[in-house]
Structure formats: structure tokens, C-alpha cells
């Protein structure tokens, strides 16, 4: 049973089709899993009625010939999506008891193509985090250990449980978001493959709001294939979401050609500063040869504001998150802190509800949005983002996609990083392509010295998806990146 | 620009959160750490750039003025910590 879960979804799919499995059977094998893999800490909720439920469906569809194109697929979903009627809090405590009575589009779309929800997985609180240790829930544990070391490794945030969940086979795959690099960090982090699409391409309704000009759901999967059936089921444009974009949206599978030849890939000369690691400044260049010996040309390019996009994400990120989180006042859901009044009602709910990261970001928002700073800080960083864009505008006259590492290092220890700069900084490769509302996709490449997996990433045009999943297909191919986490759990 | 314990006390007000006097400094070097990196903005020229409003350039859509959703009381209190007849209860507000 246990060799279930190593199916890949284009594996299972196959297997379901041809009747080697029924989707109770996987589902199960992936319910017994998640049981035994509990130290990792990667579900909040399991929800193994509703997924057993879900696969006796799946099945009936199967038999009389109605399969969709995740029939009976067991899939882990991020606990920032409403899922109706089941745990969805962000891992905050504020949103104590919150079960949504609608679901997100996302999820419902994954449902309407057959997928089955195994449960929701751990996540940095409000998905503000780059190492899963914001959660009200604890810790998310890496399935990866450095060689010959027993010691526990962050798995990256804030879909740091989306993450660990696949590398470690407890879903086919996962639902995850990224407002600066939430989906890449945690792939590169676990050997998984993470797509942050275009800014427009999945809707955001029923996704609990972080940053709204940032935020994207995309899927976490084992290899790029699954990234790309995951994407295909979840991207839609939606009535309820007005910045979904009214664009058919492709089989993103059929564009796993495996020829890049004439393609140009851009190399960004700003993403080497000063001490990035040597291992990932090897690794890129071994990227960029793979390209090159498969017929792409390798053009270097020039992003000169690539510096100044984490500082302003801090200004923008938590600008929006200070008013997108007004919302939880004790009053409408979640955790109620009685006070005297109700400006002490509110303040008591949020102060013991919110976590120190969430309230340090609400903070620094209200401070940049307050009277007489809003030019200084919030419109200068809004003045920052076109230059960012246009920096990319410039590098698409030249190139067709642009390579650069995912991760500045391989995953750390828990506890290792206290001070929010330096933590911040886990994200200074991922979070430019947010800011311009690009896609990004990371692969695993690699490991480092001591044995973690390293990841490339490749950012593509507004909605050229397609290119990004043909280049990262073939580099997973070239990588050959087999190396799993073994199982000490 | 910094900030000091009295613009922290007021900052986590306007926020609605409640801080202990014993929590200031550390907010206070915080947060004064986070706006000392971001300072670094200062260095680009912006002057004739237009803030960014939207990622993908797309036209605002329009939908008709009709009611799409509504008349569900029940499922809208029914997350509230008190609630009574479809209400939300709160301490009292006026006199």
C-alpha cells in the first residue's frame, strides 16, 4: 500500500485509469501515512472522513467512465484557503473556531475536477513568515536532515506545511500561496517543484487576504509535470475576484516539449551580491549549462533595481496587511478578548490573537500608511514597483525567461534566524517577481555540501506559464534530482 | 526616520492592539531596525515615476447592479464568538 504514495499524479492518474488502483485505496495509503508522519507537524487538520467520503465519489465517477483530470488525486490544503465547513484559520489564533460556510475558487475547482482533501496543512500565521515558525500551531519539521545530523531544519514559509507534506509523501500534492516567495522558498527548501503564476491567473476568493497586490495561489508538487496538472485545475478567471484575468487558461501539460532550442535565457548580473554562497553560485552556473547544451542561448541581462525590491515589499506588503487585517476585531469571528469597551474589546482580541511577526507587520503598516508618511514611505515604495517592472519589461526585449538561484541557502535550523532583516532576506530572489506580478517556478537542482536540496528559478512573461514549464522541464530532466528525504519519522 | 516609545504607544493604538508598557523598547528596536533597512529607498530616484497601481495592466470590470448574494443571516453570524437573533453582540457603544 505504502508504494502508493510515490506515485507521482500523472502516475496515479494513470493507475486509477487503468484500475491498478481504486482512489480509496491511495487515499488511504496517504491517510496512513500522514498518521505516522505526525512529528512533522505538517497538518493542523486531518480530515479523513471527508477525504474517504470524497474518494468513494471519486471512484463511482472512475468506474462509470467520468474520471475529471484529478479523479480520486489526494491533495493537502494550505490553511489559508476557506474550506467550508472545515478548519480555516491561517494558523492564527485569532481566527480560533473559524469554519468558513463557502468554499475558496481554488479548492471548488480542484473538487469539481475530482481531487480529495486529506486535510489542511501548517503554515506561517497569515502566510507572514519564511520558516514555518510563525504558526499558532507550532513548528513545521523538514523531511530533510543535513548528513549524518539528527538535528531539526525549518522547511521553509510560509507554505512551509505544503512543502513538507509533499517531499515527504503525505499528499500527491498541495494548494500554497506566495505574496514574496511563500510557493519557491519552501519547494528549494524541501526538493519539491513550487509555481507562483501570474498575478490574475488563480482567483483570490476564499483565500484569507495577506498583501492583495501580491498574493497568489499556485500548487507545490513533487516534479513539474504535477506542478502542471495542479495549475491547470486551480488557475480560472472568477466573477467574485476582479483582478482574475479573463484568459483561457492552457493544458499546461502539453507544453512539456522538452525543446528549448533557440530560446534565450536571461542570466540577472544583480542576483550574485557579495556572499552569496558558493555552492548556489555553482549551481546557477550549472543551470544556465544545461540550458545552453539543450539549444538555448544564455544572454546576460540587467535588473538594476533587484536591491531595492525587499525594502519596498516591506512597505507594501505590510501596508496592505494592516488593512486587510482590521477585519479581525473579535466581534464577527474568531477569538473575543472581553474589554471595558469596545476599543478594549478590540485591542484585547488582536493583542493576545495575533502573533508577534503578524503584529510587528501590522504595525510597521499603520506606521507607513499614518498622516505624513504616506508619501514618504508608501508612495515611494508603489514609485519603486514600476522601476522594478519596468527593469523586467526591458530584460523581455531580450530574453524569453530569466534564471536565477531560489534561495540565498539551503534550509536552516529552527531558532537559527531571530533577527526579521535577516529572516526577511530568505526572500531576495523571489520577491522582485511579486512585486512586478510575474511568474516564478522553482526546481530542484541539486545539494548542497551537507546533503539539502538546492533550487533554480526561472521567471517568465505575464502569462507564459507555459515557457516557464518547458524550461523547468527540461532542467529537472538535466538535474536528474531523484535524492528523497529518508524517513526517520 | 525612527521612532520612539511614545510613536510606538501611539502606532499600536491606531492599530488596535494592546501593548504593555513593558513591551515598548523591544518594539520600539524593532521596528526602528525595519525602518533603518527600508531607509535605503532614499538612495533611488523617483522623481517623475508614477506609482505602481496595478501589476497587470487590465480595465476595471463592470458587472450589473443586482444582487448576487444575500438574505443568509444565520451563515453570517454563525462565526461570531456572541451573537443573538442574528445579531453581533458588542459592548455598549453609546449611551
Known sequence: MTELTRLTIAEARDALASKKASATELTNAYLSNMEKARPLNAYVVETPEQARDMAKASDARLAKGEAGALEGIPLGIKDLFATKGVHTQACSHVLDGFKPPYESTVTANLYRDGAVMLGKLNMDEFAMGSSNETSYYGNVINPWRRKGSNAALVPGGSSGGSAAAVAAELCAGATATDTGGSIRQPAAFTGTVGIKPTYGRCSRWGVIAFASSLDQAGPIARDVRDAAILLKSMASVDAKDTTSVDIPVPDYEKALTGDIRGLRVGIPKEYRPDGISAEISRLWDQGAEWLKKRGAEVVEVSLPHTKYALPAYYIVAPAEASSNLARYDGVRYGLRVDGDDITSLYENSRAEGFGREVKRRIMIGTYVLSAGYYDAYYVKAQKIRTLIKRDFDEAWKKVDVILTPATPSPAFAPGEITDPVQMYLNDIFTVTVNMAGLPGIAVPAGLSADGLPLGLQLIGKPFDEETLFRVAHVMEQDAGFTARADKWW | ?95
Open chain 2, 1 to 95: 526616520m525612527s521612532v520612539d516609545q511614545n510613536t510606538v504607544r501611539r502606532i499600536a493604538r491606531l492599530a488596535r492592539i494592546r501593548v504593555g508598557e513593558e513591551e515598548l523598547p523591544r518594539l520600539e528596536s524593532e521596528l526602528n531596525a525595519i525602518l533603518q533597512w527600508i531607509e535605503m529607498l532614499g538612495e533611488v530616484n523617483t522623481d517623475n515615476v508614477e506609482p505602481l497601481t496595478s501589476v497587470v495592466a487590465m480595465k476595471m470590470k463592470m458587472r450589473d447592479d443586482v444582487v448576487t448574494d444575500g438574505a443568509i443571516p444565520g451563515l453570517v453570524t454563525a462565526n461570531a464568538p456572541k451573537s443573538d437573533d442574528n445579531f453581533f453582540m458588542v459592548p455598549k457603544v453609546v449611551e
